[in-house]
């Protein structure tokens, strides 16, 4: 469709200067497949509904977004019209410190959230990569988490409300903005990681949690993943209730540009908060209860030093990314007794493909990174191919030890020889009739989510 049929009644809904007609800078911002005809900045939620109208009523295909930071993330929609960007809507629209709630609009960056809950000795506990630019909105339709999921939780968990617009152009609300809130169903949470194909955020409500008093990380070296898993499970199967219990290899700990990551083959690094009293006690137990298992380097941070580990962490994706534009990224979830094996499988895989292997494990919820590195072209086959067969590998060999793998990023060319979220299953056909009830005239990303949805 051409835009002289509704560019007029887009500069009424949003104002001539919220639309942009030259969106080429969306290729700077890792925009794959045909560029869209225009870029709507709308200033609150009703001109979201309007232009949501308006996109059904021409029949256009529209793309929810923020910062544009995870542009590049799932499959590539098949034709975009319209970018429509939630920047203008990055108000905190109610904050209640001693209720422990908050409401904001979803184009509030997180770094400013976390600004405003900071000043109140409170905390979100996201820890989702890009931080410096990526907005609420966006963490949630990715389904952001970080380390300190294994504590929280995930986003699900500390959601309390949403109000969003459907793919008709009515404003809904779904949960409330109270810590206990049992009535009825709660819609708005299947739009977390629906990648924005079934209606657009505009609001949210959080939980919000106090900050801590004290914090401390143990790092312990181990010369195989195996000794570091077994330390993982006396962890879990001690008194001590970590906030976060991740594992890197050597690789990963180079790309974070971290030299304490780097210095033994495997790190664990377990992460404590809460009264001074209890991190003393875990300083001095820890490292003796572990002793057992075989580690050869140990550390303590706390302070500056400690939280600048953990941003490195966070954005360790974003770094591997900028190192390596050609890079893929898999995320599989796995039981805790399978991230071994899983390991394994992805070390096969990457050898076998020429490929570097580089791994970060949420090694206390079954969540593993598998950062799939390019090398110099060999035996004539592409650098694409190569990822895409290692990416394939990893998401079958994911499914066969009963766990799930979704390929995060990856480079176009791969992404066409790949099945992005793994082998379908029996929950498919009901993810096609909720895009088919929410979403009848498929205008909200098509083609961006699992199986094409």
């Not at 106090?210 to 898993?229: D, E, H, I, N, R």
Request: net charge neutral; proline share 8%.
């Amino acid at each position: 469709m051409q835009p002289e049929s509704y560019r007029q009644r887009l500069a009424e809904i949003v104002g001539a200067e919220n639309v942009a007609w030259d969106p080429e800078h969306l290729r700077a911002r890792g925009w794959e497949g045909p560029l869209p005809q225009a870029v709507v900045h709308p200033p609150g939620p009703e001109q979201v509904v309007e232009v949501i109208k308006l996109a059904c009523a021409e029949r256009l295909k529209v793309s929810p977004a923020g910062a544009l930071t995870k542009q590049r993330m799932g499959g590539v929609s098949r034709q975009i019209d319209l970018v429509l960007s939630l920047d203008r809507l990055n108000r905190v629209t109610d904050y209640e410190p001693a209720d422990l709630t908050v409401t904001v609009q979803a184009g509030l960056p997180i770094r400013e959230l976390d600004a405003a809950l900071r000043a109140q000795g409170q905390m979100l506990p996201f820890d989702a990569p890009f931080a410096a630019e990526a907005t609420v909105g966006g963490v949630l339709a990715t389904n952001g988490s970080g380390a300190r999921r294994l504590r929280y939780g995930t986003s699900r968990d500390v959601l309390l409300g949403v109000r969003f617009v459907t793919a008709e152009g009515k404003l809904v609300k779904s949960g409330g903005k109270v810590v206990k809130n049992v009535a009825g169903y709660d819609m708005g949470k299947m739009l977390l990681g629906s990648f924005g194909t079934l209606g657009v955020i505009t609001e949210v409500t959080f939980k919000v949690f106090p900050v801590l008093p004290c914090s401390m990380t143990l790092l312990l070296g181990f010369p195989t993943a195996p000794q570091a898993l077994q330390a993982r499970h006396r962890i879990l199967n001690s008194p001590f209730a970590p906030q976060a219990l991740d594992m890197v290899d050597a690789a990963a700990g180079a790309l974070a540009g971290e030299p304490v990551l780097s210095a033994a083959p495997f790190t664990l690094l377990v992460a404590m908060a809460g009264p001074e009293p209890a991190i003393e006690r875990a300083c001095r137990e820890l490292p003796s209860l572990l002793r057992p298992d075989g580690w050869e380097k140990h550390s303590e941070l706390t302070g500056d030093a400690e939280q600048n580990l953990w941003k490195k962490i966070q954005e360790l994706t974003p770094a591997v990314l900028r190192a390596h534009p050609e890079a893929a990224v898999v995320k599989a979830s796995v039981l805790l007794s399978r991230i071994g094996d899983l390991l394994e499988q992805a070390r096969q895989a990457a050898s076998r493909n020429g490929l570097t292997l580089a791994t970060l494990a949420r090694a206390g919820t079954g969540v593993v990174y598998c950062y799939l590195l390019p090398q110099p072209k060999t035996n004539g086959v592409s650098q694409a191919e190569r990822t895409a067969k290692a990416c394939e590998a990893l998401l079958s060999e994911t499914d066969r030890l009963g766990g799930r793998a979704v390929v995060e990023w990856a480079p176009p060319a791969a992404k066409e020889m790949t099945n992005l979220w793994g082998p379908l299953r029996d929950d498919f056909p009901v993810m096609q009739r909720l895009k088919e009830q929410f979403d009848p005239q498929a205008i909200l990303n098509p083609g961006r989510f699992y199986g094409g949805i």
